[in-house]
């Protein structure tokens, strides 16, 4: 089944922690936003393999955004 990892507010994505194929656990760090001069890492919920990334370095993201898909296993 396919989870969606959404961003929990607006930021700036400065970096991407994971890949596609990379095998997470529950409470892995996908993302690092910059939301307010703040480093906000963006955890998945969910242990399974990341099938797609929907963000780079540099984007510009609104709450809700999906930045990536897993597969749960």
Do not use: C, N
Not at 34 to 50: D, Q
């Amino acid at each position: 089944m396919l989870r969606d990892i959404p961003a929990e507010m607006v930021g700036t994505v400065i970096k991407v922690v994971a890949k596609p194929g990379d095998v997470l656990a529950e409470g892995a760090m996908v993302v690092i936003l910059e939301s307010m001069k703040m480093e906000i890492p963006v955890l998945t919920e969910y242990a399974g393999t990341v099938v797609e990334l929907s963000v780079g370095a540099g984007d510009h993201v609104q709450e809700g955004a999906v930045l990536a898909k897993i597969e749960v296993e």
